[in-house]
C-alpha cells in the first residue's frame, strides 16, 4: 500500500516545527534584548561571533547586516573597482554576482560541474587564462558558492587562485556548516561569507549575514568597514588623532550591523544547528535511498558534509515532474530558472570560454524537494512515493 497523504499542508521549509522545539527559549531571548537596551552590537553580536568563528574553525567572525552585504565588505576592503575580473559562477542566488558590479568590477561568469552544481575548477582556469589573454579586466578575486549545502572544491580553487594571485571567497550563504575533510571553507578562502536569512539552513528572524577570515587585517578593515570606516587600532596608531576614534572615519564605509534582537536569536539556533545538520542529513539519505532509481539524487564529493540547504534533482521531464507533485500537495521550486548571465541586466558580461553549457542544461532539470531538519519519515516516505509514481500511474 502506497504511504497515504499526510493530514497537513507539507511544507518545503518549516520554520514552525524548530518553534515547536526551542520556542520558549527563543522568545526569551528576544525579550531580554529588548529589555537590555543595548540594540545595536549589545553583548550578544560579539558572543555570537566568538561561536561562529568558533564553528567555523576561523580566526574572526564579524557579523554584517545580510549575506549580500557580507560579499560586499571584502570587495570593499581590497578595493575592486572599475577593470577587475570577480570570476563567479552563473547557476547561483543573483546575489552572488550582483555585488561586482555593485563595486564597479565586472562579472566573469564561469561554469559548474554537471553532479556537484558548483564552480568548475578547470573551466575558472580556463577562463582566467582567456581573461589575461583578452587584456582589458584585470583578474582579482574568485567568488565560489556552496550551492545547495555542499562546498565548492576549495583545495583546487585555491590552488588555481594562488598560481595568479586572486583572492577567494566561499559564498556559504546556502553551506554554512558544510564541510570537506573535516574543514571549513575558510581553511582554503580567504573569506567566507554566510546569510542568517530565515529560510538558510543557519537562519534569524530576519536579516543577517557574517564573514570568517584567518586573516588579521581583513577582519580589523571589516570592522571599520561596516561602522562607516570607523578607526581601528592600527588606523589610530597611525592618525595621531587624540579624540574618540569613533570619529576618526578613515575609510569609505557604510552601515552593515547584525541586530542584537538577532544576535540573540542566532545563538540559541546555533546551539542546536549541529544536531540539526545530522538531521538535513538523515533527510537526504533516506531521500537518497528511496529516490536514486527514479531520478538523478545529488552527489557529494568525498568526504564532503552538506548542510542541505536544498535536496536538489535532476530529470530530463522537469516540469512534468513538478506539476506531477503539485496534483499530490507536495511541493517543489525550481533553483534555478534563469542562469544569472541570461537575465537583462548581466547579459553584457563576458563567459568562460566555450559558454556555460552545464549550467544552462541545469536550469532546465534541477527540482529541489522539501528539505528541513523536522521533515518527518512518514510525510517524506508520502513525498518519495509522489516522485516514483510520476510515469508510473
Ligand atoms: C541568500 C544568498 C545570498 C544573499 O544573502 P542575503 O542574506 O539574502 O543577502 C548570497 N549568496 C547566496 C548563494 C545565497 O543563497
Known amino acids: 500500500m502506497p504511504p497515504a497523504k499526510p493530514n497537513n499542508p507539507i511544507a518545503f521549509i518549516d520554520l514552525q516545527a524548530q518553534r515547536r522545539r526551542i520556542g520558549p527559549k527563543l522568545n526569551d531571548a528576544v525579550i531580554a534584548a529588548i529589555e537590555s537596551g ?30 549580500t552585504e557580507a560579499l560586499v565588505l571584502p570587495l570593499m576592503a581590497w578595493e575592486v ?17 550582483e555585488i561586482v558590479p555593485l563595486v564597479g568590477a565586472s562579472c566573469v561568469f564561469v561554469d559548474v560541474d554537471g553532479d556537484t ?73 580567504d573569506c567566507t561569507t554566510t546569510s542568517f536569512f530565515p529560510a538558510k539552513p543557519l537562519g ?37 588623532f587624540s579624540h574618540e576614534a569613533k570619529y576618526l572615519n578613515v575609510r569609505i564605509g557604510m552601515n552593515s550591523r547584525l541586530d542584537t534582537v538577532q544576535a540573540a536569536v542566532l545563538l540559541e539556533k546555533l546551539a542546536i544547528f549541529p544536531d ?32 542541505w540547504a536544498q535536496y536538489t534533482i535532476k530529470t530530463d521531464r522537469r516540469d512534468d515532474l513538478a ?24 547579459a553584457k558580461y563576458p563567459l568562460g570560454p566555450g559558454g556555460l553549457p552545464v549550467t544552462e542544461s541545469l536550469t532546465q532539470k534541477v527540482l529541489s524537494l522539501p528539505m528541513h531538519p523536522y521533515l518527518e519519515p512518514d510525510v517524506q516516505d508520502y513525498i518519495i512515493h509522489a516522485v516514483n509514481s510520476f510515469g508510473g500511474d
Open 38 to 67: 543595548a540594540y545595536i552590537m549589545g553583548p550578544p553580536v560579539k558572543e555570537l561571533e566568538s561561536k561562529l568563528a568558533n564553528f567555523g574553525q576561523a580566526k574572526h567572525c564579524l557579523t554584517c547586516a545580510n549575506g
Open 323 to 346: 506539476a506531477h507533485l503539485k496534483s499530490m500537495g507536495v511541493p517543489a521550486m525550481v533553483y534555478y530558472p534563469i542562469a544569472i548571465h541570461k537575465q537583462i541586466p548581466y
Open 81 to 97: 573597482g572599475p577593470g577587475d575580473a570577480v570570476f563567479c559562477p552563473s547557476f547561483t542566488f543573483a546575489a552572488t554576482a
Open 204 to 240: 534569524a528572524y530576519g536579516d543577517g549575514g557574517a564573514v570568517l577570515t584567518d586573516d588579521d587585517l581583513l577582519a580589523e578593515q571589516l570592522v571599520s568597514l561596516r561602522m562607516h570606516g570607523q578607526a581601528g587600532p592600527r588606523d589610530v596608531q597611525n592618525a595621531n
Open 117 to 189: 552544481f558548483n564552480m568548475s575548477p578547470s573551466h575558472l582556469e580556463a577562463t582566467i587564462k582567456a581573461t589575461l589573454r583578452e587584456g582589458t579586466l584585470k583578474p582579482k578575486v574568485v567568488i565560489a558558492v556552496c550551492l545547495f549545502g555542499q562546498p565548492a572544491n576549495y583545495p583546487a580553487l585555491r590552488e588555481i587562485c594562488d598560481r595568479y594571485g586572486l583572492k577567494l571567497i566561499a559564498d556559504s550563504a546556502q553551506g554554512f556548516g558544510g564541510t570537506l575533510k573535516g574543514k571549513h571553507p575558510t581553511y582554503w578562502a
Open 276 to 307: 540539526e545538520l545530522a538531521a538535513r542529513d538523515a533527510v537526504a539519505a533516506r531521500y537518497g535511498a528511496g529516490l536514486s532509481n527514479a531520478v538523478s539524487t545529488p552527489r557529494l564529493m568525498t568526504e564532503a558534509t552538506s548542510s
